[in-house]
């Protein structure tokens, strides 16, 4: 049948309408099942009278195995921001200004040599370092010409390592009229100490490694305990006059006398704060943006604020065997930085930081591009709680053409099974297969998203399930399983050998809402009970109606279901068999760790792949950061620029993915980045990690489309619910999946 264009419109515009809704009412339901995002506490608004500026970078210097750690600090002599600069063997090492790189003076051999050093009130080197002949960490005070100001000081109780009995690693030192403050490498973690003058230990802080002082008694130190950020404390009472949440832990603290400001870097750049009372929060300076480079395979060693805000950042790399520094200074301007012109649309419902953060990295790549970042709610949960809302203005949007290049639909509300029938996106099969990227993603995802021969969604990243058991458990119930094939029938069977053998414990720990079970259940079964293909559907099976009626009983025992108490994120079974988790929300270094730290400190348990059906053994994944290319865009070259760039390795390793990537090659080297870190702590056990969860990711069949589940689930969940007959659920069912097969 030969339709106009204009009919063709009409009816994708009340395609569009229909499937949004069924993909908001989706999105709510796993929304209501994800609340693991946390919260940041807002600190005060921005003084709107203070004039605008930006920063000017300017390369200063690049060193090459330059190893002493003294070479990378700043420090501030007679008013000038300077470093240490190392000559050629047999020359004086120089204190040089990092505002024009000039000579101001020489250091003299012994603070070299030093571990570290600080420059006091009267400009006099104070330098920190172990003696092995007096068995003591000594701190000595020299003049510019070496000579000894002050009789050196013995630090009393030093809590750090002595490596070989001969030298200490010192990360942070700084000396003021009342104290002496040093972070040092420690056992596990680095400790703050504060020194009185004679040497007593004043006061430790344990898990320190990066602190400030403001030569007027209060010392600024980072927290991470169960929030992120920054606390100013009296030194001499320890008492903590505020405490500031900031979204990611500080890497780094600066005070600057002359504004009364506290100024604190993280890795997304530095944000200031009135030290008085930590109000007045501004970001200053964006890593990325302020600057050529962001924190990917760069770590700051030091960085400075001078009186003017300029800025003086150190980093280091290394480079095979190399160990390569680099130093940069900023110089603030009045006004905003003139804007490039916009090359490339993205249109999102929410703001997200891994789309940010790549946009930052794709715009320093390709200096000749600009992207436009058009988004409707600042969060994921802003956008939840106006789904129907953004839903049904997208609709309208999509129909009309008004949309940006780039469309995020997978994650934004859509049903895009529904939306990708129709040809208001581009069809990317051959963009994808052509692609530099290409041998490298899973295409098992990719080739599930087939429909109607055409692929018109690049997933960035895939939501996998997958579960923890615990095997303590299993072995003193003397039960055995074969975890790798697991069926919904096995596990609800298992409610039964728990009643009678471990009474205290529990089949799960999760929430008792049935559809956590239920719409699993049924995902792993819908390949068996409905005929997509030839538009059948038969859930009155005998196999399936027992397994319904198994499940609602076991879900009535108080043995099937412990509801997840505390915020214990390493031990998430709390005694119970199984416990669900997902690759979405989280990074796979956090999920390495966190397995490793459970069966050394709680329990013993594996990481298993979901569990399969009763006659299929499929299991399948969901696509939750999907992007389509709008086909009415006339930049389709540069929109398929951007998302291949997405699909590189080191943009899909970013940490802000929080995700599984699409691309398998970046998937295993995180894996494997992370089993090398902790083998450090915990051995050969680290590495079978990557085995187990390669095991998982290995197991896939299909990408898992979710308004199939939810026209059976909905009636299934009144009949587990006491609220509809067995009969009834099935026909409700049944009817619901044939009207969606016949749309």
Sequence with gaps: MNLSKKTKQVILGVVLLAVITVGIIALKVSNNRNKDVQKVEKTAAVNSNEKLFYYVEKKLYEEHNVFEDIACRFVNYKGNVA?????????????????????????PDEVSMSSGYWIDENSNFVTVKYNKEKKAVLVRTLDKDGNEVEKPVALKEFGGMINDDSYINVMEFRIDTKYIYLVSAANPRPILQIF????????????????????MGKIYIPFNDKYNGFEKINVESGEVEYSIRTKI???????????????VMDDNGVTR???????????????????????????????????????????????????????????PKEGTRPERTVTLTVTAPYRQDFLSDAITRYEMKYPD??????????????????????GQQLSLSILGGDVGDVVMTGGSGLNYEEVFKTDAFMDLSSLIEKDKNYDVLNKDVIE???????????PISIKRSYYEVNTKLLDSMGVKLDCNNLSWKD???????????????????????????????????????????????????????????????????????????????????????????????????????????????VGESLYIPIFVGEKSNKRGVQVNNMYSINNKSKNKEDAWKFLSFLLEDDIQKLRTLRAEPVNTKANKEILEAAAEEFSRTYGDDALKVVDMMMNIFDRIDYVDMYYNKQDIYDPLMSYINDEMSLEDALKKAEENVWIRLNE
Aim: with cysteine; glycine share 6%; charged share 30%.
């Design 369 to 390: 591009q600009k992207v436009k970042y058009d988004y409707k709610y600042n969060s994921e949960e802003e956008f939840v709680a106006n789904t129907e809302q953004y």
């Design 273 to 331: 704060y009135n030290a008085s009372d930590g109000k007045n929060e501004k970001n200053i300076f964006t890593f990325g943006k302020d600057s050529t480079y962001v924190l990917d395979s760069l770590q700051v060693r030091d960085f400075f604020v001078g009186n003017e805000e300029d800025l003086y950042i150190s980093l280091f790399y290394f480079e095979g065997e190399e160990y390569i520094c680099l130093y940069y200074g900023y110089e």
């Design 83 to 107: 470093k240490a600069i190392y000559s050629i063997e047999g020359k004086p090492t120089k204190l040089e200004s990092m505002k024009n790189t000039s000579y101001i003076t020489t250091i």
């Design 196 to 215: 009185n003058k004679d040497g007593s230990l004043h006061k430790n802080y344990a898990d320190i490694d990066s602190f400030e002082i403001d030569n």
């Design 249 to 263: 832990l500080p890497n780094h603290i600066r005070y600057n006398k002359g504004k009364d400001a506290v100024y």
């Design 491 to 601: 596990v609800i069977s298992l409610t039964k050998v728990i009643e009678e053998k471990a009474p205290d414990s529990h089949v799960f720990t999760g929430n008792e809402y049935v559809g956590d079970y239920l719409i699993p259940m049924i995902g792993a079964n819908i390949s068996q009970l409905v005929d997509f293909e030839n538009k059948k559907i038969n859930l009155n099976q005998e196999w399936f109606v027992d397994l319904l009626k198994d499940l609602k009983t076991a879900m009535k025992s108080e043995n099937f279901v412990k509801t997840h108490t505390g915020s214990d994120i390493k031990d998430m079974l709390q005694g119970s068999l199984f416990v669900h988790r997902s690759t979405e929300r989280t990074y796979y270094r956090d999920m390495v760790g966190r397995y490793l730290g459970y069966n050394k400190e």
């Design 448 to 458: 599930g998203l087939r429909i109607k021969g055409a692929v018109r969604g690049l």
